[in-house]
């Protein structure tokens, strides 16, 4: 896979995934005004991929400062303003800033090029992590998928959405690789159509067999047998474990709940908000009328009809029968479960101690 996004040479390079899969081309960004509008319009999208590309964005924007002192710390703050600007729901976008802002809090008595390249040092220890959380939280969360499964899954949680190798399609990755699956429905999601022209992509260039169905044919296989369980990525899980995804993940949930069908969450421990108690408190993000009313630059809809464009929703908890992180598999009582696995560093040891505390859960 070519990587999502990357510190080169001094530049942020991402791929534009709003060209994907017919071209492959990469944008170089040599201002963190030019990484916010990348967030902004979508190029990079994902809330880790989201997350990580911030944080180069405030090393690039720092390392382009001329100030020193209390003049480099208001630069920061505007740099930190901008980027915070650019997409409300996912988390990760506000946990890297406030991340990238302690180190610069811990680091700037050092002076000017060692709070720059700390800053750096940050970013690149978040790329990497977030690779090591994936690829974890995909080797925990294959343990719920049983033999022979076919899965569905919504939007894209694959390796553009993250650093790299996915969270819900790292857990199908994982699957894929114990033989585990048989199939993955991927639904196309509209309007934006990041499960057509990016997780069918993905999942095709690791040879696992897709099928890609319009978001309103989940239903009808669920009732009729063909899918086993659903796996889903998230871009804020509030502390009650309400999850806020792609818009149209709410209907698959309550439809996988319908059939009887389990409906499993895959995020980081950096998509958690425990300062949010519940759904009704995370912000969701309206987009413009045009990706509703277009479809390839083309109008499918009359002039001046009324649109509403929400991008995400949020699945109430009770619909969510286990979320999958990089410390661990947590469960109902998700207010308990979440804060404890949020409170552990990533480590194998503790992501072994979390899911020993989960064992413990389900023997209540
Ligand atoms: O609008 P997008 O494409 O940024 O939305 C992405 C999603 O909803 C993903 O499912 C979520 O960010 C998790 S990505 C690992």
């Not at 993000?285 to 009809?305: D, I, K, L, Y």
Request: glycine content about 8%; some cysteine.
């Amino acid at each position: 896979m070519v990587p999502t996004v990357e510190w080169q040479d001094g530049e942020v390079v991402l791929i534009d995934q709003r060209r994907l899969p017919a071209e492959q081309v990469m944008i170089r960004c040599r201002s963190h005004a030019e990484v916010a509008a990348a967030i902004k319009d979508m190029a990079i999208r994902g809330a880790p991929a989201i997350g990580v590309a911030a944080a180069f964005g405030i090393a690039l924007g720092v390392r382009n400062a001329a100030g020193e002192g209390p003049a480099l710390r208001a630069e920061l703050d505007g740099i930190c303003q901008e980027l915070a600007s650019t997409r409300p729901t996912a988390i990760n976008l506000f946990w890297a800033i406030a991340r990238m802002r302690r180190r610069f809090e811990t680091e700037q008595a050092r002076g000017g090029a060692a709070v720059r390249q700390a800053l750096l040092d940050e970013a690149l220890a978040m790329q990497s992590e977030d690779l090591a959380a994936c690829r974890r939280m995909g080797d925990i969360g294959a343990e719920l998928i049983p033999p022979r499964a076919r899965l569905l899954t919504h939007c894209n949680a694959g390796a553009l959405a993250t650093a790299g190798y996915g969270t819900a399609l790292g857990v199908i990755r994982s699957a894929a690789r114990q033989g585990k699956v048989v199939n993955v429905f991927a639904d196309e999601t509209r309007p934006h159509l990041q499960g057509a022209r990016l997780t069918a992509w993905e999942l095709a260039q690791d040879g696992i067999a897709t099928t890609l169905i319009a978001d309103s044919m989940a239903g009808h296989l669920m009732a009729r047998g063909e899918v086993d369980a659903v796996v889903v990525g998230a871009d804020r899980i509030a502390a009650n474990g309400d999850v806020a995804n792609k818009i149209g993940t709410y209907t698959v949930a309550v439809l996988a709940h319908e059939n009887g069908l389990p409906f499993y969450v895959a995020a980081p421990v950096s998509t958690i908000d425990l300062a949010t108690p519940s759904g009704d408190g995370i912000p969701i993000e309206e987009r413009a009328a045009a990706e509703v009313t277009h479809h390839g630059g083309r109008r499918m809809a009359p002039e001046g009809v009324a649109v509403r464009n929400p991008a995400f929703d949020v699945t109430p908890h009770r619909y969510v029968s286990a979320i999958i992180t990089e410390n661990g598999i947590a469960r109902e009582p998700y207010t308990e479960s979440l804060a404890r696995i949020a409170a552990l560093p990533f480590n194998a040891e503790n992501a072994e101690k979390a899911t020993r505390f989960e064992d413990a859960e389900k023997g209540k």
